[in-house]
């Protein structure tokens, strides 16, 4: 009973006004292209990166999510290319979106570079309701499965230095129905604003590297409820992340996330993760969510993990460090 109660609460919120609908990655700073087309080709040679998440271990069809990103610069080392494909599932619901980027970057100064990106997509987006078991059968709403497929597009701006950076992106341009006929049901505009820093602690030997990653739902955004304009309501969500980059090699970190309306907040979860960078150019990483919110009397957490390879195999030589 308690497990059918989450998935009825979770299915409410993939669907609703009051959620944030894109997935959520504690190892963002990995798969950033994935809400910014402004990072395509940002590390100077092709990077590729895979990451899968279990969201609230212990639920059952608790949303799973795997993240592929991969991005070059061209010969033009001011142009950059990228694709992102998200495949997300949480009970009888799905989302697969396939994204290319473009960039280009706009040298400031020795140290300081601007990138705007533009991406365009598609998605498919499903609801098996046939599958459910209702207490009332007779729900038009859940009387049919839906399976749809949108175009979408996206824009993004990436100021970055050796030491810091800021970002802010709006990967889905087009808000789309998800329910013909009905307003409320449809893909909402996410707005992302991404920012972080390299600090030297210890030369390059050891790097204190904070992060933070703020997305707002339905910036500008309203539907129509009887006959009226209503504004959408979903909290800001929040990540503060906090790192250390040793000996350019081994990263540990921790994070919190929550979700802000008005004074209060949602305290979601609290986060552990760490990578280990090899010098051939692969890149493993794993991170562990402890759930703060009442979901923690059904949930054992959320599991993430990652994996990436930079084309950029520097052995017999030192390789500059690349701090984000």
């Not at 998200?86 to 396939?98: C, M, P, R, Y």
């Not at 993760?273 to 959320?302: E, I, P, V």
Request: proline share 4%.
């Amino acid at each position: 009973m308690r497990n059918t109660l989450c998935i009825l609460i979770l299915l409410h919120l993939t669907t609703g006004l009051r959620a944030q609908q894109d997935p959520t990655y504690t190892q963002f700073i990995f798969s950033s292209l994935a809400f910014n087309p402004a990072l395509a080709g940002h590390n100077e040679h092709l990077t590729l990166n895979l990451l899968h998440r279990r969201q609230w271990l212990g639920i059952d069809d608790a949303p799973v999510t795997q993240a592929l990103t991969a991005h070059s610069p061209l010969r033009n080392k001011r142009v950059g290319l990228g694709l992102s494909l998200v495949n997300d599932k949480a009970g009888v619901s799905g989302l697969t979106e396939l994204n290319f980027a473009y960039a280009y970057r706009f040298p400031l100064n020795d140290a300081l570079q601007l990138s705007a990106g533009l991406q365009a997509g598609v998605s498919n987006w499903r609801g098996e309701w046939t599958s459910l078991t209702l207490e009332q059968a007779g729900d038009v709403v859940f009387q049919e499965n839906v399976n749809l497929w949108q175009p979408n597009f996206g824009v993004g701006a990436h100021l970055s230095h050796e030491r810091f950076y800021v970002g802010l992106s709006c990967p889905r341009l087009l808000e789309s129905k998800l329910r013909p006929g009905n307003e409320t049901g449809r893909r909402y505009r996410h707005y992302y604003l991404a920012a972080g820093a390299a600090i030297p602690l210890r030369g390059d030997n050891l790097v204190f590297r904070p992060a933070l990653l703020l997305k707002s739902t339905g910036l500008f955004s309203q539907y129509r409820q009887g006959g009226q304009n209503v504004s959408i309501g979903a909290p800001t969500a929040i990540d503060l992340n906090a790192s250390l980059f040793i000996i350019q090699t081994f990263a540990v970190g921790a994070a919190y996330r929550t979700a802000l309306e008005g004074r209060k907040t949602s305290h979601d979860s609290a986060d552990l993760w760490a990578a280990w960078h090899l010098r051939n150019g692969l890149r493993f990483g794993m991170a562990y969510d402890l759930t703060l919110s009442k979901l923690r009397l059904a949930s054992n957490g959320s599991l993430e993990f990652m994996i990436g390879y930079e084309f950029d195999i520097k052995v017999s030589k030192a390789a500059s460090p690349r701090f984000f």
